[in-house]
């Protein structure tokens, strides 16, 4: 009977990251939809609705608003990190074809990996440290350094994306380690992000159609929604079991671009995606490793 249901699990644990991974990708396309407005500004509409998503979540567990003694300093660092994080993918999404800006937001775990080392003396293992060469050298046929290449400052924002990404959750993780609970970490994140980006909104803010900041408020629905489903996905499953799927979000961001804005990635592109996939899978089955939601 446990293997029944340790099997049933699984299957709800792999639907929700597949779940969690297409509300991703549909937050991106809202976010691209949304026309020529600035990464500031988008990011501080998305991260208010995430905001009181969080909340609402909270008080509906009871779970208490007080800052856990000693977690101050790593709830700050986790929140800069993450809100440059955001505002380099917002930006890249708004100047890559989508599936681009997602894949290299997708080397956050790899980051993870390298800043756990550097900054938290965890132990880097030698699959580990391939699966991250491997993965900067898939992100390099994606970029396509060169000075001829009008997509370079975007396509670095993108790299910068999963850098601040992995550094976010590194700090992520050593809140997990003390206990906190999650909810209040995304709540935090929120609120530092939204207060944060709120002078710069003010002084360079762009007026906004009523069907452009219906886009944004649905980005943040489908982030929240994101968070959730994965929140679930691993309430019923390893994260080795089923981090590897939340990669379809390149693939449901291939389709999106495709579709929606006519936008086709290049060979180089594909081929670095498939090098970022098989040193995740590498990586997962070897070390088990996790793939962090942003």
């Known amino acids: 009977m446990n293997g029944d249901k340790d099997k049933k699990n699984l299957y709800i644990g792999i ?13 991106s396309f809202f976010i691209k939809s949304a026309g020529d407005l600035p990464a500031v500004q988008k990011s501080f509409f998305r991260n208010l609705v995430s905001f009181f998503f969080a909340l609402a979540l909270m008080k509906k567990n009871g779970t208490p608003l007080g800052i856990p003694r000693g977690t101050l300093r790593d709830l700050l660092l986790r ?12 930006y890249s999404i708004d ?9 290299l937001n997708k080397l956050a775990p ?3 990996i390298l800043s756990s080392w550097l900054l938290l003396r965890e132990r880097i293992t030698q699959t580990q440290a391939l699966a991250v060469a491997g993965a900067f050298a898939g992100s390099l046929l994606i970029i396509k350094p060169s000075f001829e290449n009008v997509a370079l400052f975007p396509a670095g924002a993108g790299f910068l994306s999963g850098l601040f990404a992995g ?3 590194t700090m992520v993780r050593k809140l997990g380690a003390s206990g906190i609970n999650g909810s209040f970490v995304v709540l935090f994140f929120s609120a530092f992000s939204c207060i944060g980006l709120l002078p710069l909104v003010v002084l360079d803010y762009h007026p906004m159609m009523p069907s452009q900041l219906a886009l944004l408020l649905m980005a943040g629905l ?13 309430f019923h499953a390893p994260a080795r079991n089923i981090s590897i799927y939340s990669y379809s979000q390149i693939l449901f961001a291939s389709l999106i671009s495709f579709f929606a804005f006519g936008e086709w990635p290049d060979g180089w592109s594909f081929l670095g995606y498939g090098i970022i996939l098989t040193m995740a899978v590498l990586m997962q089955r070897n070390d088990g490793q996790t793939s962090i939601p942003k």
């Open 15 to 27: 639907l929700m990251i597949v779940l969690s991974s297409l509300c991703f990708a549909v937050m």
């Open 79 to 90: 929140s800069f990190f993450g809100t440059l994080g955001v505002l380099f993918y917002f």
């Open 95 to 103: 100047h890559l074809v989508l599936s681009d800006a997602t894949a």
């Open 110 to 112: 790899f980051f993870t």
């Open 167 to 169: 550094l976010a959750y």
């Open 222 to 234: 489908f982030a929240g929604g994101g968070q959730f489903t994965i929140t679930s996905a691993y």
